[in-house]
């Protein structure tokens, strides 16, 4: 079990905060895994990009099937976001649910997507869904860098 999981944007910006932390670390399926000099067991993983989206107007209204700019602005009671439809994203959203869900009790949970507003939607859609155990730290990376040195830094 690990300490603390990391989720970055994309698995370069895993990779480089996984060098800033413990060197290379060894890869685990979709996360870097490693010890800090501290002993601290960490997983760091990634999102690819937009793992959700808006659903479209037919899954508010049927009717909204053959929609069309006329019967615009559509505003449903609440916003539904769906899993995106890349190739293999289920798979990948299953693998960072296991590795989040591989937190140990009082474990910490780390946003380190990128710093503005569509990093945040794209941590928050992805983790909102998941089983978090209770007790679990939520906390946000701030960092200049995301190259090894500037984790470091």
Request: include cysteine; charged fraction near 20%.
């Amino acid at each position: 079990m690990v300490k603390c999981v990391i989720v970055a944007e994309k698995e370069s910006a895993a990779s480089d905060i996984a060098a800033g932390l413990f060197g290379k670390g060894s890869r685990v399926g979709r996360s870097y895994q490693g010890k800090t000099p501290a002993g601290l067991a960490i997983a760091v993983t990634w999102a690819s990009g937009h793992m959700y989206e808006l659903a479209p107007p037919h899954a508010y209204d049927p009717a909204l099937k053959d929609w069309s700019v006329a019967l615009l602005p559509i505003v449903p009671p609440k916003w539904v976001y769906i899993q995106h439809e890349k190739e293999g994203q289920e798979k990948s959203i299953r693998a960072i649910e296991a590795i989040v869900g591989s937190l140990s009790a009082g474990g910490e949970l780390i946003n380190a997507c990128d710093a503005e507003r569509e990093g945040e939607l794209i941590y928050r859609k992805l983790i909102q869904p998941m089983r978090i155990a209770p007790g679990t730290k939520m906390s946000r990376l701030w960092i200049h860098s995301f190259t090894a040195k500037g984790v470091q830094e």
